[in-house]
């Protein structure tokens, strides 16, 4: 079992940053791919970015290809999200998602913990 709390998420302006920070407790946390998706307001809930159990690779949505950043450091069992150059269509409830011995995965039905989101809303 992992526990995944999210945090970071808040209002900010088109153009501006934020980072979201996803704690991670309960299994060895360097065993699991990580994840963050989305769910914007009267959409499915998407992929946005995957790091794998090292941090060696990471795979990125296209929508937000060259604007985010994913990352995590195995020794405070910490996975983030750099948000930079927000645009108002990132506005979403942002998910953190852990997948045992997980390759780069960006199916939803791919990882089994998930965290219960933080709101990103960016205006205009």
């Known amino acids: 079992q992992v526990q995944l709390v999210e945090s970071g998420g808040g209002l900010v302006q088109a153009g501006g940053s934020l980072r979201l920070t996803c704690a991670a407790s309960?299994?060895?946390?360097?065993?699991?791919?990580m994840a963050w998706f989305r769910k914007a307001p009267g959409k499915e809930r998407e992929f946005v970015a995957t790091i794998s159990k090292t941090g060696g690779s990471s795979l990125y949505a296209d929508s937000v290809k060259g604007r985010f950043t994913i990352s995590r450091d195995n020794v405070k069992n910490t996975v983030y999200l750099q948000m930079n150059s927000l645009k108002p269509e990132d506005t979403a409830v942002y998910y953190c998602?852990?997948?045992?011995?997980?390759?780069?995965?960006?199916?939803?039905?791919?990882?089994?913990?998930w965290g219960q989101g933080t709101q990103v809303t960016v205006s205009s």
């Open positions: 998602a852990a997948a045992r011995g997980a390759w780069l995965l960006t199916t939803e039905v791919s990882y089994a913990y």
């Open positions: 309960g299994r060895t946390f360097s065993d699991y791919g």
